[in-house]
């Protein structure tokens, strides 16, 4: 019987994220998981914006989990000799004045320091939809998550097993668990929206959502494309190279699966169009499901009956910023008892 001290299930953002905390901490783990079984972390964007532009807000937790994730992915870069941080600033194109006066009236309040200087009309109307200008984001950018997360497990490959985790499987003993032929102290499930299939956490109401992307390539150049801008109006536009970008995202409750759709297609065909009508052509379009909770807060804890078994769950759109800091509260939780911030605790699905 082989001993170790974790087994993570699931090897997205959140299971890979938590990967390398616990390897920094000089933690003992094995990783059970099947890439294929869900292709959200692996098609993600990995855009990384500490703003909520609804109401032009911070993002919840932006000051703390940001430089925290900034300087986890930088270490990361290094451990795996991959570039995987690219800096952008986000150009968020104002629809109509009253967009335009709220910018300057956030700058000027708690947002300040992410909210950068409000630039006019840019080219001509056909090449760039930004009639009432547009409002720079500081501190923005995105993780190639398709590298961080290929990169990741063959990095790790020696501690992974390629396969669907069995529930039916898994013994509790006074000591942990026990899993075919290894004993482990404690199990972290990080599956994503396939929780729902887990008896043990299957209790927690996730609120998932189907995102779909586009790579797409232009026939010119945008006016913008000499500052590398993320590009955002009822969309995004992520610049790759050669007037490559990705665009994204949709948000589908209904039809909970990883295939693409003519509708998403159409929707964001539509949606870069309110942003540029340069013509453009679609390289590849890719389908995920976000695990995202009801309060769009992560979920992480420990299980109320088992005391061996973990949740690190519900990241959602901000997966990228959220997932290295939370990873370390779980850490605290499982190592020392140092309970989650209330907000993001299990205990709040578990009353």
């Given at each position: 019987?082989?001993?170790?001290?974790?087994?993570?299930?699931g090897s997205g953002l959140a299971g890979m994220t938590l990967a390398h905390t616990l390897e920094k901490q000089g933690l003992?783990?094995?990783?059970?998981?099947?890439?294929?079984?869900?292709?959200?972390?692996?098609?993600?964007?990995?855009?990384?914006?500490?703003?909520?532009?609804?109401?032009?807000?911070?993002?919840?937790?932006?000051?703390?989990?940001?430089?925290?994730?900034?300087?986890?992915?930088?270490?990361?870069?290094?451990?795996?000799?991959?570039?995987?941080?690219?800096?952008?600033?986000?150009?968020?194109?104002?629809?109509?004045?009253?967009?335009?006066?709220?910018?300057?009236?956030?700058?000027e309040e708690g947002v300040g320091h992410y909210l950068g200087e409000h630039v006019p009309f840019v080219g001509d109307i056909?090449?760039?939809?930004?009639?009432?200008?547009?409002?720079?984001?500081?501190?923005?950018?995105?993780?190639?998550?398709?590298?961080?997360?290929?990169?990741?497990?063959?990095?790790?490959?020696?501690?992974?097993?390629?396969?669907?985790?069995?529930?039916?499987?898994?013994?509790?003993?006074?000591?942990?668990?026990?899993?075919?032929?290894?004993?482990?102290?404690?199990?972290?499930?990080?599956?994503?929206?396939?929780?729902?299939?887990?008896?043990?956490?299957?209790?927690?109401?996730?609120?998932?959502?189907?995102?779909?992307?586009?790579?797409?390539?232009?026939?010119?150049?945008?006016?913008?494309?000499?500052?590398?801008?993320?590009?955002?109006?009822?969309?995004?536009?992520?610049?790759?190279?050669?007037?490559?970008?990705?665009?994204?995202?949709?948000?589908?409750?209904?039809?909970?699966?990883?295939?693409?759709?003519?509708?998403?297609?159409?929707?964001?065909?539509?949606?870069?169009?309110?942003?540029?009508?340069?013509?453009?052509?679609?390289?590849?379009?890719?389908?995920?499901?976000?695990?995202?909770?009801?309060?769009?807060?992560?979920?992480?804890?420990?299980?109320?009956?088992?005391?061996?078994?973990?949740?690190?769950?519900?990241?959602?759109?901000?997966?990228?910023?959220?997932?290295?800091?939370?990873a370390n509260e779980l850490l605290q939780l499982m190592t020392l008892n140092q309970q989650p911030h209330k907000e993001v605790?299990?205990?709040?699905?578990?009353?």
């Amino acid at each position: 019987m082989e001993s170790t001290e974790y087994l993570i299930v699931g090897s997205g953002l959140a299971g890979m994220t938590l990967a390398h905390t616990l390897e920094k901490q000089g933690l003992r783990f094995k990783i059970i998981a099947k890439p294929e079984l869900s292709k959200c972390s692996q098609v993600a964007a990995g855009i990384y914006n500490p703003v909520v532009f609804y109401r032009i807000t911070k993002s919840y937790m932006a000051d703390a989990v940001l430089p925290f994730a900034l300087s986890f992915y930088g270490n990361i870069e290094l451990k795996l000799m991959q570039k995987l941080l690219y800096p952008h600033p986000v150009a968020k194109i104002f629809a109509n004045e009253n967009e335009s006066q709220l910018w300057e009236k956030r700058r000027e309040e708690g947002v300040g320091h992410y909210l950068g200087e409000h630039v006019p009309f840019v080219g001509d109307i056909d090449r760039l939809n930004s009639a009432f200008g547009f409002g720079l984001v500081n501190q923005t950018g995105s993780l190639d998550c398709e590298t961080f997360l290929s990169a990741s497990l063959e990095y790790f490959k020696p501690y992974w097993l390629n396969e669907t985790f069995q529930y039916a499987d898994l013994k509790h003993n006074h000591d942990g668990v026990e899993y075919h032929d290894i004993e482990a102290k404690n199990v972290i499930f990080c599956e994503g929206h396939l929780i729902a299939n887990n008896p043990f956490f299957n209790a927690i109401e996730l609120k998932p959502v189907k995102g779909e992307i586009l790579i797409v390539e232009f026939e010119d150049d945008l006016p913008t494309e000499e500052q590398e801008l993320i590009l955002n109006k009822k969309c995004y536009l992520l610049p790759i190279e050669n007037r490559q970008y990705i665009v994204g995202a949709t948000y589908n409750w209904n039809t909970l699966n990883d295939e693409i759709s003519t509708e998403g297609l159409e929707e964001l065909s539509k949606n870069i169009r309110e942003i540029t009508q340069i013509k453009f052509k679609v390289l590849r379009q890719t389908a995920g499901v976000r695990p995202a909770s009801a309060d769009r807060r992560p979920i992480i804890g420990m299980h109320p009956s088992h005391p061996s078994l973990f949740l690190f769950n519900g990241l959602g759109t901000k997966g990228v910023m959220l997932a290295p800091y939370y990873a370390n509260e779980l850490l605290q939780l499982m190592t020392l008892n140092q309970q989650p911030h209330k907000e993001v605790s299990i205990a709040r699905y578990l009353k």
